[in-house]
């Protein structure tokens, strides 16, 4: 996102209930008020939820930066629909691999943690309430996209973030290649907290000690099941 006029929000088309991410344009004015500024994927989704009559929108895109697709002056009129109170950070985009760690981690902080493979606008809480409005869902499924591109698979990460929330310390484990000097990506990366890391590979207690603080990396650790390996604390 390299225009600075560009903020994340969630739209609503007037007329009906569909929530749309997008960016809202601070700069582009013209008669029919808001344009928003749609992923492609979102725009597919339109087609998908409102039928045929989204491609007449889709035809009269405009490509910006190459991902993104605006809509100005076709006779459309949108609200902006906020997130509720203190779930504003589910508008942010999520651009690496620390962000995503964090996203997570904050998610079951707010108590809005979810299994990652269901529909966000069909999370139910314990007493069968819906978890997020239309218009959270509606961010909170970009997140999940998110997720999976950076992460891979981020169920790992969300188990340990259970585990963090009650206190515990947790751990990005990255393999290294055999001189130590970068990171195997191959071998994929794991997250731990001491006791879990202790169990999957004991020799990690002949390792550097694992008391440091988060944002932090320690030492390199050796195991015989994956070979050189390095810690960085996140939580």
């Known amino acids: 996102m390299t225009n600075p006029n560009l903020t994340p929000a969630v739209f609503q088309l007037d007329g009906s209930d569909a929530c749309y991410y997008g960016l809202h344009d601070s700069k582009q004015t013209h008669s029919m008020g808001l344009c928003p500024v749609f992923a492609r994927e979102e ?34 009129t949108w609200s902006i629909v906020p997130m509720g109170a203190g779930r504003e950070f589910l508008l942010q985009p999520l651009l690496d691999r620390e962000q995503t760690e964090q ?98 590979y004991p020799e990690a207690k002949n390792g550097p000690e694992l008391d440091f603080t988060v944002g932090e990396s320690v030492g390199n650790y050796r195991s015989a099941a994956i070979g050189l390996f390095h810690l960085t604390r996140i939580a």
């Open 103 to 200: 996203f997570i981690l904050r998610l079951e902080r707010a108590g809005l943690s979810f299994h990652f493979d269901d529909p966000a606008d069909e999370i139910e809480g314990p007493g069968g309430e819906r978890v997020f409005t239309d218009a959270e869902a509606a961010a909170v499924r970009v997140r999940v996209n998110e997720l999976f591109a950076l992460m891979g698979d981020p169920h790992g990460m969300a188990i340990v973030a259970l585990e963090a929330a009650g206190g515990a310390a947790v751990y990005r484990l990255e393999p290294l290649t055999p001189d130590g000097a970068d990171v195997d990506h191959d071998k994929g990366v794991e997250y731990h907290t001491r006791e879990s890391l202790f169990e999957a």
């Open 43 to 76: 725009v597919a989704r339109m087609n998908e939820v409102q039928g045929d009559t989204w491609d007449a929108l889709k035809e009269a895109g405009i490509a910006i930066d190459g991902l993104l697709i605006g809509f100005a002056d076709l006779g459309w």
